[in-house]
């Protein structure tokens, strides 16, 4: 029912500048466009939301596997023609393995003759065309169908964030069950967590106030790839250091954060 709905408005449509919401992470762009429909029972408001590099993410993916599926497949059937093969259960479970995924997007048939067995398969362009114009798109809903359509986002992303907020609390920065057991140390732990998330939503900032569309959780992942190597000798003196040249991506970074690099010695 809600695919029915998302199926209504084409990403052409949705792709206008007075349905334009925000910019989202990394060079995305989020467009909407709201209506009331039946729905479960009830009248409700619904958003369809594209998200741009969703939509282009999700058709290069199945475009990819589609291929290889296609590729092998072919290969498959060449290796029939010149053998012998006679059990048809054992191909019939070759094809749908080397289409798994994407057997869907594929009509296949068998023939058995003289003992021999073939295959013939084609794409079905029908369903890549149908399943390709759900890429991108998700649907929200309220039962407050005098809700518009971007407050209905903004409620929606709010909580997103703050969902978010404890999943980097409970994962980055660590807070989970602790074997503290005197107040002042479970305070402190609890503190130190908190502040961590702090200095995460401060980097979110900081990036943003540069222009970087990045998250903070993939900014420091980019410099985690920084890499600085010392050289020490058998007694342990320092002979060489040498310091990771930083990508493109790594260079912007630092510089946002006024990071210094630090050059090589030897």
Known sequence: MVKAILREVEAAELLSEENF??????????????????????ERKVVICYDTKKAASKKRDRDEKIKRAEAE?????????????????????????TAKGVSTYFKCTYTSEGGRITINFKRRD????????LDGKHALMSTRVTMGTKE??????DKDGIEKAFC???????????RHWL????????????????????????????????SAEN??????????????????????????????????????????????ET
């Open 21 to 42: 919401v925000k910019d989202l992470d990394e060079g995305s762009k989020l467009y909407a466009v709201g209506m009331v429909r039946q729905l479960y029972g009830k």
């Open 73 to 97: 497949l072919s290969a498959y059937r060449a290796k029939l023609a010149k053998g012998n093969y006679r059990k048809m259960e054992k191909v019939v479970s070759k094809v749908k393995a």
């Open 126 to 133: 029908d369903k890549i065309a149908d399943v390709e114009r």
């Open 152 to 157: 209905i986002i903004s409620a929606y992303y």
């Open 168 to 178: 980097c609390i409970k994962q980055p920065i660590g807070l989970r069950p602790i």
């Open 183 to 214: 107040d002042g140390r479970v305070k402190a732990h609890i503190f130190i967590c908190y502040l961590s998330y702090l200095l995460m939503k401060t980097l979110e900032h900081m990036l943003k106030k540069g222009g970087l569309k990045i």
């Open 219 to 264: 900014a420091l992942k980019q410099l985690g790839k920084v890499k600085y190597v010392v050289v020490t000798n058998p007694e342990g003196d320092v002979t060489a250091s040498k310091l990771s040249i930083p990508s493109r991506e790594q260079r912007e970074i630092m510089d946002v954060l006024r990071v210094e690099y630090i050059k090589s």
